[in-house]
Every structure is written in structure tokens, then in C-alpha cells.
T-cell receptor, first 114, second 111 residues
Framework: DGGITQSPKYLFRKEGQNVTLSCEQN?????MYWYRQDPGQGLRLIYY???????QKGDIAEGYSVSREKKESFPLTVTSAQKNPTAFYLC?????????????FGPGTRLTVL | QQPVQSPQAVILREGEDAVINCSSS?????VHWYRQKHGEAPVFLMI?????EQKGHEKISASFNEKKQQSSLYLTASQLSYSGTYFC????????????FGAGTRLTVKP
């Protein structure tokens, strides 16, 4: 079955540590996205990528980094520079980066900083 | 730049109808609607594009008023499975990267 997988489902981090969240898709989609979701708020775009080896900052990219070395993979690193990283992180993909196509979301990773 | 959704929450009995609204201060090219169950990933419901084109769910309807920069999602004869948080995403251009999501409307359907 095609879909998006994210791992781990739950992640605990000590302050000052970098952590990497995994996102893999087997839908053959060109575009991939990372969102952060906080309680009572909508989805805020962290980074997006429309093709391999290219990615762009979203609204809240500070303290995060990404790579897109393969079409199916778009890992997100939460660095120690991110001041308040505790949140629910969602990865998504779409056929292409235009508004005609819906986004397919992964199950999410809940990150907690201890 | 985030769209504003209303109401923030609504409680229904099975079989009742609901309308969820989404408005933006910017000119819109597209509106996406998604539903999220607690702790799960958002699921696509519908896309509405400038010019009237739609793509989406058979049992859910929506409108897009380009002039007023608003969209409404209509849930008729609600079922228990309709419970969840509904998000609208609004795009000002042709690419998803320009999309902004509202804070969500929590819908609860009771027996």
C-alpha cells in the first residue's frame, strides 16, 4: 500500500540535543512538506521541497534543517537552536507543488523536550 | 496571514447539519479542506479553485466565494464518524507552499 510513514511516533529530547525526524513516502510524489502543530493552532509550514536536492524555508524555519537527497525521503532535524520544539510534527507530500493537488499526511511525530 | 475559521467548536446530534466557515484577508486562489481525528494525520476532503473547479469527497459539499475571500464547508445529515477537527488551507498562488492553515473547527457528533 502506498503512503507516508513517519518515525518515531513519540520522541523525547533533552535540551541542547539535536534530533532527526524521519519521513518516507512511496507515492512517487515530487513535493514534500514539514508542518508543526501546536494545541489550538493550525498547521505551520517549516520547510518544503518540490524536487530532489531543492528545498525552501516556510514560515517557521528557524532552528530546523532538512535534506532531500532522495525523492522518497525528507528528514527534518530539530536543532538546539529551536527554542520551543515541543510539538506535533507532520510530514506531507503531494503529486506536485501546485494547488490542484491534495496533500497526503503522515501519522506524525510527537516531540517532547525534557 | 492565517485564515480565520468559525465556529471554533460545534456539537451536533446525529443527523443534524453544520456549516464551517473559512475567511481570509488576502485574495485566494484555492481552498483546501481536511479533517483530523485526535492524534491522527489530517485527511483530505476537498479542494476548491478559483473559477469554480472542485475536487473532493462525494458526501461533503463546499462553496468558495472568491470576491468575499471565503469558503464554507457543508456537513449534512451528520454521522458519528464526522467528529474531528476540520482545517481549511488557503492558497494565494498556484503552489501549495503558499498555503496557510486555519486554527481548526472541532466538530463533535453525539448519538
Amino acid at each position: 500500500d502506498g503512503g507516508i510513514t513517519q518515525s518515531p511516533k513519540y520522541l523525547f529530547r533533552k535540551e541542547g540535543q539535536n534530533v532527526t525526524l524521519s519521513c518516507e513516502q512511496n507515492l512517487n510524489h515530487d513535493a514534500m512538506y514539514w508542518y508543526r502543530q501546536d494545541p489550538g493552532q493550525g498547521l505551520r509550514l517549516i520547510y518544503y521541497s518540490q524536487i530532489v536536492n531543492d528545498f525552501q524555508k516556510g514560515d517557521i524555519a528557524e532552528g530546523y534543517s532538512v535534506s532531500r537527497e532522495k525523492k522518497e525521503s525528507f528528514p527534518l532535524t530539530v536543532t538546539s537552536a529551536q527554542k520551543n520544539p515541543t510539538a506535533f510534527y507532520l510530514c506531507a507530500s503531494s503529486t506536485s507543488g501546485d494547488s490542484y493537488n491534495e496533500q497526503f499526511f503522515g501519522p506524525g511525530t510527537r516531540l517532547t523536550v525534557l | 496571514q492565517q485564515p480565520v475559521q468559525s465556529p471554533q467548536a460545534v456539537i451536533l446530534r446525529e443527523g443534524e447539519d453544520a456549516v464551517i466557515n473559512c475567511s481570509s484577508s488576502k485574495a485566494l486562489y484555492s481552498v483546501h479542506w481536511y479533517r483530523q481525528k485526535h492524534g491522527e494525520a489530517p485527511v483530505f476532503l476537498m479542494i476548491l479553485l478559483k473559477g469554480g473547479e472542485q475536487k473532493g469527497h462525494e458526501k461533503i459539499s463546499a462553496s468558495f466565494n472568491e470576491k468575499k475571500q471565503q469558503s464554507s464547508l457543508y456537513l449534512t445529515a451528520s454521522q458519528l464518524s464526522y467528529s474531528g477537527t476540520y482545517f481549511c488551507g488557503t492558497g494565494r498562488g498556484g503552489v501549495n507552499n503558499d498555503m496557510r492553515f486555519g486554527a481548526g473547527t472541532r466538530l463533535t457528533v453525539k448519538p
